[in-house]
């Protein structure tokens, strides 16, 4: 058994945590680099079922922060032109990539149906998080 063949329950489980703990995470799942090709696909989530399963790099928040290596932060979607919907409910998103050795592997995804909701905090422990996950990749 490889050391590795556990992450995708380790993944549901941080899903099930954050979106428990955090009121206003109403959608919280991963995205992965699927293969060599230029796309995201859809990882383990918690949440309502998203018809994004796939998403091509620059599309979308999650597809910009494919490209872009940054996190990325939405208080209001609205604003946004280059958004993909996945729930009518949702007010704002943030996206912080996954990184190791220099590349891009995914990301995680949260959604909320609150405005502005994110805090400086909420950033720091989801790139600390991200930078942990990258570690068991
Ligand atoms: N809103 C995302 C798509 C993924 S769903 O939020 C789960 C985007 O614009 O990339």
Redesign the pocket.
């Known amino acids: 058994e490889s050391p590795k063949d556990n992450t995708e329950e380790k993944l549901q489980k941080i899903c099930a945590l954050l979106d428990q703990e955090i009121s206003y995470f109403n959608?919280t799942?991963f995205y992965f680099k699927n293969g060599d090709k230029e796309e995201l696909i859809l990882g383990p989530?918690v949440g309502a079922p998203?018809d994004?399963t796939i998403?091509p790099y620059g599309?979308?928040?999650?597809?910009q922060v494919a490209v872009s290596n940054e996190t990325f932060v939405v208080p209001d979607?609205h604003e946004q032109d280059n958004?993909?919907?996945?729930s009518i409910d949702?007010k704002a998103?943030i996206?912080v990539p996954i990184m190791k050795d220099g590349q891009n592997l995914g990301q995680i995804?949260i959604?909320s149906h609150k405005v502005d909701p994110f805090t400086d905090e909420d950033r720091e422990m989801l790139e600390w998080l991200c930078a942990e996950v990258a570690k068991i990749m």
């Open positions: 959608w799942g989530y998203t994004h998403i599309k979308g928040i999650c597809g979607v958004y993909l919907s996945c949702t998103e996206v995804d959604d």
